[in-house]
């Protein structure tokens, strides 16, 4: 099956730095990848649609200039929080999309941003 | 616009008892796919199963079934016989066919299931 990975699975950062954090389709390529963010007892929500060679779509709310989505690759993602603080602290989930298949989606395991 | 609810925030059971989560969804689209996740204490959400809106049939997987009824909008989902291993949080989504939205997953807001020895 299709294969998701995310680096790093956790990170604690101080207020005010920046952190990167990575999503792989490993065993297949992913034109579209997806970035989620769920709070301690919520939902996912989707923070943004980040397509390869082109500009992510964000969701109402989320601050473009705040996450910064790279796709430069067709099995990579990148979502950079900068000038992070406690306030962005969450679980961020990353998952990609089979070209041709719409209806599917396979997810990485998160990573868990500690901001102090 | 589409909607996702999952009005059970937690549902406490003991083990062997059976337990229903309930998953009603909102769409004007005629195409569209539901899909139940589970979320354990890890946190890596667990495909359990993907229902397009043409495919009525229930579905019956080991201790698992999901009964789907357009009529009431609803997909909702059943452990049979529960274990510990099944406390986790459950979550139903929804893909629509809209141009805009193709793709993006709805999630409903999850339920908590509490499974005790």
């Known amino acids: 099956g299709a294969v998701v990975s995310q680096h790093p699975s956790w990170v604690i950062c101080k207020s005010g730095t920046s952190v990167k954090i990575e999503c792989r389709s490993l065993?297949?390529?992913?034109?579209?990848m997806f970035w989620y963010r769920q709070f301690p007892k919520q939902s996912l929500m989707l923070m943004a649609t980040?397509?390869?060679?082109?500009?992510?779509?964000?969701e109402q709310g989320v601050e473009k200039d705040k996450f910064l989505i790279n796709h430069a690759s067709l099995t990579l993602s990148t979502l950079t929080v900068t000038s992070a603080h406690p306030e962005d602290s969450s679980f961020y989930i990353c998952?990609?999309?089979?070209?041709?298949?719409?209806?599917?989606?396979?997810f990485g395991p998160g990573t868990r941003l500690t901001v102090l | 616009a589409q909607k996702v609810t999952q009005a059970q925030t937690e549902i406490s059971v003991v083990e062997k008892e059976d337990v229903t989560l309930d998953c009603v969804y909102e769409?004007?689209?005629?195409?569209?796919?539901l899909f139940w996740y589970k979320q354990p204490p890890s946190g890596e959400l667990v495909f359990l199963i993907r229902?397009?809106?043409?495919?009525?049939q229930n579905e019956i997987s080991g201790r698992y079934s999901w009964n789907f009824q357009k009529s009431t909008s609803s997909f909702n989902f059943t452990i049979t016989a529960s274990q510990v291993v099944d406390s986790a949080v459950y979550f139903c989504?929804?893909?629509?066919?809209?141009?805009?939205?193709?793709?993006?997953?709805?999630f409903g807001a999850g339920t908590q299931v509490v499974v005790t020895p």
């Open positions: 998952s990609a999309r089979v070209p041709g298949i719409t209806n599917e989606q396979f």
């Open positions: 065993d297949f390529q992913a034109t579209t």
């Open positions: 980040s397509n390869e060679g082109s500009k992510a779509t964000y």
């Open positions: 769409t004007r689209d005629t195409t569209y796919y």
């Open positions: 229902r397009n809106s043409f495919d009525e």
């Open positions: 989504a929804l893909i629509v066919g809209t141009t805009d939205s193709w793709g993006k997953l709805q």
